[in-house]
């Protein structure tokens, strides 16, 4: 059982290059988190998704877009890097009972993909 | 989203319990207290949730008081491997799609 999975976990780009980071969760959540952390800092919310199909914006969503065709997989893109988008960015996915059932919310996160840009 | 503040830092011993509060003063009455753990270079990690009065497991417990307004994270006879960064949540994760802010986080730090 691998959980969440981060792929590439690290990456260097130029300015204006582009470039897709891929969250893989074998758990069946249907809700999936993209967040970055800067150092020394916390994680902030990028953007989410509540099932396949979904998206929506979180606290810090411009510069970024992001896709779910499939449950499992959480895409998030970088149409044209900036030197501001250097950070660590994680993945999470979480399970919803969808208020049938009591549930913690409780997150999963992968271990993160380092991004430079340049 | 509530708002929550914690200390940014906090040092300790070895085998000392440790307590973190958080204040979170606009908590919605459906939200849930959650505190996660991360280590250098990984991802946060669950520790515990409550809504009111105390939770135990086998790593910590959280005393919520009555009004809902605070809550303390208790880590009993810490260790090295204790030192990370805690974090305090506070959300509906039941209808709100788990959408929580992180905030900073405290920095503990268990010195030997």
């Known amino acids: 059982n691998a959980g969440v999975t981060q792929t590439p976990k690290f990456r260097v780009l130029k300015t204006g290059q582009s470039m897709t980071l891929l969250c893989a969760q074998d758990m069946n959540h249907e809700y999936m988190y993209w967040y970055r952390q800067d150092p020394g800092m916390g994680l902030r919310l990028i953007h989410y998704?509540?099932?396949?199909?979904?998206?929506a914006k979180g606290e810090v969503p411009d510069g970024y877009n992001v896709s779910r065709l499939k449950k499992q997989n959480f895409l998030l893109g970088l149409e044209s890097a900036a030197p501001s988008q250097t950070s660590v960015y994680f993945c999470?996915?979480?399970?919803?009972?969808?208020?049938?059932?009591?549930?913690?919310?409780?997150?999963?996160f992968g271990e993160g993909s380092r991004l430079t840009v340049l | 989203l509530a708002k929550t503040t914690q200390p940014i830092s906090m040092d300790s011993y070895e085998g000392q319990e440790v307590n973190i509060t958080c204040s979170h003063n606009?908590?919605?009455?459906?939200?849930?207290i959650t505190w996660y753990q991360q280590f250098p270079s990984q991802g946060p990690r669950f520790i515990i949730q409550g809504y009111k009065t105390k939770v135990t497991n086998e790593v910590a417990s959280l005393f919520i008081p009555a009004d809902r307004k605070s809550s303390t994270l208790s880590l009993p006879r810490v260790s090295l491997s204790d030192t990370a960064v805690y974090y305090c949540l506070v959300g509906d994760y039941n209808t709100n799609a788990g959408k929580s802010t992180f905030g900073d986080g405290t920095t503990l730090t268990v010195k030997p």
């Open positions: 606009n908590i919605a009455t459906n939200d849930y």
């Open positions: 998704s509540v099932g396949e199909g979904t998206t």
């Open positions: 999470a996915s979480s399970w919803t009972s969808g208020g049938l059932l009591l549930n913690t919310g409780e997150l999963f």
